[in-house]
C-alpha cells in the first residue's frame, strides 16, 4: 500500500541549476498537491491540481512551475534554482472533496547551494 | 486571508496529559484537522472534526471545538515517549480544491 510516492528523498543543487521532483499516488485521488516546509513557517502551498488537466497557484509559487502529467502523477520543477528554495517539499493527494483529508508523501529534502 | 495560529512549543512530562492550542480565522471553515509529523517523515492524519460538533474523542485524543471563539484543541492523554511529534492544526473550508490551511506546529516535548 504505497500511497503517495516522492523521488528524490534528498538533492543538492547549485544555484542555477534545474531539477524535478516527482510525486505519484496510487489512491485514485483527484486532487494532488505541492507543498514546502521551512522552519517556523509551517506548510506553505506552492501549486496545486484540482483534476487531471488543471493546475492552479498557490500561496507561494513563484520559481516553480507543474505539471500534471496524469491522474497518478503530479510533478514539480525548479527552473533555476535559488537559496531561498532549500526546503523540505511535499506531495499531497485528497481522498475526497467531501472530508478534505490530505494524504502525503515522505518529503523531498532540498538544498541549494 | 485565512490564517491558523499555534504556539510552538509544548513541554509536558511523561503519563501527563498534553493539551495543543489553536485558532484559526476563517468562519467558513467547515472541517479542521490534526496532523502529527514525526522526525524525518510527512505528516499523517490523527484526527479531524466537522464544524457542527463540539468534541470527538478517538481513544486517548480529544479534540474540542469551540465555534464562536474559533478555537480548537487537542487533548493527548497519557502522553508517551512516542507522542513527541510535530502537532499540525489545519483547516479546510470544504468542497475546495485549494489544499488545508496549515498552523507553524507546535513541537510536543516529552520529559521522562
Known amino acids: ?113 | 486571508g485565512e490564517d491558523v495560529e499555534q504556539s510552538l512549543f509544548l513541554s509536558v512530562r511523561e503519563g501527563d496529559s498534553s493539551v495543543i492550542n489553536c485558532t484559526y480565522t476563517d468562519s467558513s471553515s467547515t472541517y479542521l484537522y490534526w496532523y502529527k509529523q514525526e522526525p524525518g517523515a510527512g505528516l499523517q492524519l490523527l484526527t479531524y472534526i466537522f464544524s457542527n460538533m463540539d468534541m470527538k474523542q478517538d481513544q486517548r485524543l480529544t479534540v474540542l471545538l469551540n465555534k464562536k471563539d474559533k478555537h480548537l484543541s487537542l487533548r493527548i492523554a497519557d502522553t508517551q515517549t512516542g507522542d513527541s511529534a510535530i502537532y499540525f492544526c489545519a483547516e479546510s473550508s470544504g468542497g475546495g480544491a485549494d489544499g488545508l490551511t496549515f498552523g507553524k506546529g507546535t513541537h510536543l516535548i516529552i520529559q521522562p
Open chain 1, 1 to 113: 500500500n504505497a500511497g503517495v510516492t516522492q523521488t528524490p528523498k534528498f538533492q543538492v543543487l547549485k544555484t542555477g541549476q534545474s531539477m524535478t521532483l516527482q510525486c505519484a499516488q496510487d489512491m485514485n485521488h483527484n486532487s494532488m498537491y505541492w507543498y514546502r516546509q521551512d522552519p517556523g513557517m509551517g506548510l506553505r502551498l506552492i501549486y496545486y491540481s484540482a483534476s487531471e488537466g488543471t493546475t492552479d497557484k498557490g500561496e507561494v509559487p513563484n520559481g516553480y512551475n507543474v505539471s500534471r502529467l496524469n491522474k497518478r502523477e503530479f510533478s514539480l520543477r525548479l527552473e533555476s534554482a535559488a537559496p531561498s528554495q532549500t526546503s523540505v517539499y511535499f506531495c499531497a493527494s485528497r481522498r475526497s472533496t467531501l472530508t478534505g483529508e490530505l494524504f502525503f508523501g515522505e518529503g523531498s529534502r532540498l538544498t541549494v547551494l
